[in-house]
């Protein structure tokens, strides 16, 4: 069935309310991990790509803010995040965006995979032609 409006705003308001918290969990392991690397140590490929991520998160969390803070400028987030579809942090992703964005990276990497194999393909006969 239909959620009514005030479900929907509850769900919306613990929807934000976990990706602030997610974010704030991100912030406070990427301060340790520059402090590590202040100190000489050296990241992971993993922590680092995590670092990157979280810097990432924060700068996208500046225009997100003025949303939040400029009276009812929360009713034009919907129109900017279609125009603007990477300005939320991705702490503020929903399952289903996630999703669609994998979907997108598969198709993309089938068919470079496919492009590459015709080519691979083509230089072959090539080959054979100037070989035979």
Same mark, same amino acid.
């Given at each position: 069935?239909?959620?009514?409006?005030?479900?929907?705003?509850?769900? !919306?308001?613990? &929807?934000?309310?976990?990706?602030? &918290?997610?974010?704030?969990?991100?912030?406070?392991?990427?301060?340790?991990?520059?402090?590590?690397?202040? &100190?000489?140590?050296?990241?992971?490929?993993?922590?680092?790509?995590?670092?990157?991520?979280?810097?990432?998160?924060?700068?996208?969390?500046?225009?997100?803010?003025?949303?939040?803070?400029?009276?009812?400028?929360?009713?034009?987030?919907?129109?900017?995040?279609?125009?603007?579809?990477?300005?939320?942090?991705?702490?503020? !992703?929903?399952?289903?965006?996630?999703? !669609?964005?994998?979907?997108?990276?598969?198709?993309?990497?089938?068919?470079?995979?496919?492009?590459?194999?015709?080519?691979i393909t083509e230089m072959a006969k090539r080959n054979?032609?100037?070989?035979?």
């Amino acid at each position: 069935g239909k959620k009514s409006l005030r479900q929907r705003a509850v769900e !919306e308001l613990k &929807h934000y309310y976990k990706g602030f &918290h997610l974010l704030w969990t991100d912030t406070k392991v990427a301060a340790r991990m520059v402090w590590r690397l202040l &100190h000489g140590q050296v990241l992971t490929r993993r922590e680092r790509r995590r670092l990157l991520r979280t810097c990432a998160d924060l700068f996208r969390l500046v225009p997100f803010l003025v949303f939040v803070i400029v009276p009812f400028m929360e009713f034009l987030l919907p129109v900017f995040l279609k125009l603007f579809p990477d300005m939320l942090p991705s702490t503020f !992703e929903t399952e289903s965006k996630r999703e !669609e964005k994998l979907k997108k990276k598969l198709n993309a990497r089938l068919e470079l995979a496919k492009f590459l194999r015709e080519t691979i393909t083509e230089m072959a006969k090539r080959n054979k032609a100037d070989s035979g």
